[in-house]
C-alpha cells in the first residue's frame, strides 16, 4: 500500500521560508520521478515541482521556480520542499504525489 506523509508545514509570514519533508513506504520510491502539488482554498490541485529518480534533475512551476527547491533523500524514503521568500498566494495544502496518489498532506499558511 503506498503511504506518503507531508510534514513540516505551518503559519510563516511573508518572506519567511518553511521546509517540508515527505515520509514515501510502499513502492519503490528510489527509482520513481516525485511531485510536489499543492491545493489553495477553493482551487483545484496544482503542481509544483518534480523530482528526477536519483535527485539530479528538478523542474518547477513558474510561480515557485527560484524560490523553491526540492530534493529526495532516497536512502530514507524521503522528500522535500526548501520554501523560501513565501508569499500570502503560497497558501495551500502541499502532497507530495507518486503515480496519482497524494496522501495526507500539510497545511501551509502565508499572512501577516
Known amino acids: 500500500e503506498v503511504q506518503l506523509v507531508a510534514s513540516g508545514g505551518g503559519l510563516v509570514q511573508p518572506g519567511g521560508s518553511l521546509r517540508l519533508s515527505c515520509a514515501a513506504s510502499?513502492?519503490?520510491?528510489?527509482?520513481?520521478?516525485m511531485d510536489w502539488v499543492r491545493q489553495a482554498p477553493g482551487k483545484g490541485p496544482e503542481w509544483g515541482a518534480s523530482?528526477?529518480?536519483?535527485?539530479?534533475?528538478?523542474t518547477y512551476e513558474s510561480s515557485v521556480k527560484g524560490r523553491f527547491t526540492a530534493s529526495r533523500a532516497n536512502a530514507k524514503n524521503r522528500l522535500h520542499l526548501q520554501m523560501t521568500t513565501l508569499k500570502p498566494e503560497d497558501t495551500a495544502v502541499y502532497y507530495c504525489?507518486?503515480?496519482?496518489?497524494r496522501g495526507q498532506g500539510t497545511q501551509v499558511t502565508v499572512s501577516s
Open positions: 504525489e507518486y503515480n496519482g496518489d
Open positions: 510502499g513502492f519503490a520510491f528510489s527509482i520513481n520521478t
Open positions: 523530482v528526477s529518480s536519483g535527485g539530479y534533475r528538478t
